[in-house]
C-alpha cells in the first residue's frame, strides 16, 4: 500500500480557493489511479475526483464539475486537487486514495486501497 499524506486544508470563505495536495511514498505512484473523496459530518462519504495513472483523464463529482480540478506531479509523487468557488456545502474532510482502477473510485468504502487521514475544509458564508 502506497502511504497517503494530505494537506492544504483550512478556513475559507465562500467562493474563495483552496488546493489541496497529496504526497504519496513511492514513485509507483505514478501507474496508480488516485482521488479525492470528501465526508461532511452526518453524511456518507462522497467521491469527488480522480486522475488516472499514465493517461492523466480525469472523472468529477457532477457537484465539484467547473469548480474543482485535479492534478497530478509525477516528478513529485503528488496529487492536487484546485477547488475554487467554494460553496457552503463543500465543507468536509477530504482524504486522498489510490486504487487499482478508475472505476473502482465508484466504490466509497475505505477497505480498498490506500488511503490518507483526511485534511479539514471548512468554508465560511
Known amino acids: 500500500q502506497l502511504h497517503l499524506v494530505e494537506s492544504g486544508g483550512g478556513l475559507v470563505q465562500a467562493g474563495g480557493s483552496l488546493r489541496l495536495s497529496c504526497a504519496a511514498s513511492?514513485?509507483?505512484?505514478?501507474?496508480?489511479?488516485m482521488g479525492w473523496f470528501r465526508q461532511a459530518p452526518g453524511k456518507e462519504r462522497e467521491f469527488v475526483a480522480v486522475?488516472?495513472?499514465?493517461?492523466?483523464?480525469?472523472r468529477y463529482a457532477d457537484s465539484v464539475k467547473g469548480r474543482f480540478t485535479i492534478s497530478r506531479d509525477s516528478g513529485k509523487n503528488t496529487v492536487y486537487l484546485q477547488m475554487n468557488s467554494l460553496e457552503p456545502d463543500d465543507p468536509a474532510v477530504y482524504y486522498c486514495?489510490?486504487?487499482?482502477?478508475?472505476?473502482?473510485?465508484?466504490?466509497?468504502?475505505?477497505?480498498?486501497?490506500?488511503w490518507g487521514q483526511g485534511t479539514q475544509v471548512t468554508v465560511s458564508s
Open positions: 486514495a489510490a486504487r487499482p482502477t478508475v472505476e473502482s473510485f465508484a466504490y466509497r468504502g475505505r477497505n480498498t486501497g490506500s
Open positions: 513511492e514513485r509507483t505512484f505514478t501507474t496508480y489511479p
Open positions: 486522475i488516472a495513472g499514465n493517461s492523466g483523464g480525469t
